[in-house]
């Protein structure tokens, strides 16, 4: 069955420190996965994608996320954090059957950042 | 103008009531959806429709009905509420349901809509 984990359920960072948010998936096909960002009270802001080709992908922010598919994971990078990058991750895979396209989601990672 | 937008932001209701979330996108897609996340933040997909027809039911109990006037507009019903439906329901869409993997599944989100079941 299709799955994402999310290892780490929260994680605190001091602003202008690096980050990396953890996402592991199952899937038996090529994987399309993504990254959402849910800020307090907001909706979900996709932050990057991964369909093919190059395994590192830049996104919106400054964020990226690396492709391996030997781990099965998808980790989400970003060099310097900012005070306004605290919110709610959301690592999740892309599923096809025929016409019934969906998203399943991972359990969020709740990033902190530390003036 | 809002990509996804639903109505309303908050909804708070007794138990055995009725009510309606409404969703309209403005991005001419051909899909939309209705997700529903728990209070421990955990997002599952409940409904997908595709120009106005059913496509994905997720075991969501039939006291949930959505109705989509047209590809444009997906609305979801909730009968006899219950404490469990407290929730927040997101609303989102995408290009096209089937066809080339490269855009169906890049999903735009509405901003949700809280519902509290007292």
């Known amino acids: 069955a299709q799955s994402v984990t999310q290892p780490d359920i929260h994680i605190t960072v001091s602003e202008g420190a690096s980050l990396e948010l953890r996402c592991n998936y199952s899937y038996g096909a090529t994987p399309y996965l993504f990254w959402y960002v849910q800020s307090p009270g907001q909706g979900l802001q996709l932050l990057l994608k991964?369909?093919?080709?190059?395994?590192l992908v830049q996104g919106i922010k400054g964020f990226e996320a690396e492709f391996k598919r030997s781990q099965s994971s998808f980790n989400l990078r970003k060099p310097s954090v900012h005070w306004s990058d605290a919110a709610e991750y959301f690592c999740?895979?892309?599923?096809?059957?025929?016409?019934?396209?969906?998203?399943?989601f991972g359990t969020g990672t709740l990033l902190a950042v530390q003036p | 103008d809002t990509a996804v937008s639903q109505t309303p932001k908050y909804l708070v209701t007794q138990m055995g009531n009725d009510k309606s979330i409404k969703c309209e996108q403005n991005l001419g897609h051909d899909t939309m959806y209705w997700y529903k996340q728990d209070s421990k933040k955990f997002l599952k997909i409940m409904f997908s429709?595709?120009?106005?027809?059913?496509?994905i039911n997720e075991t969501v109990p039939n006291r949930f009905s959505p109705k989509s006037p047209d590809k444009a507009h997906l609305n979801l019903h909730i009968n006899s509420l219950e404490l469990g439906d407290s929730a927040v329901y997101f609303c989102a869409s995408s290009p096209r349901t089937s066809g080339s993997r490269s855009g169906a599944n890049v999903l735009t989100f509405g901003a949700g809509s809280r519902l509290t079941v007292l």
């Open positions: 429709y595709n120009n106005k027809e059913l496509i």
């Open positions: 999740a895979v892309g599923v096809y059957g025929g016409a019934t396209n969906k998203l399943i």
């Open positions: 991964y369909f093919s080709g190059d395994t």
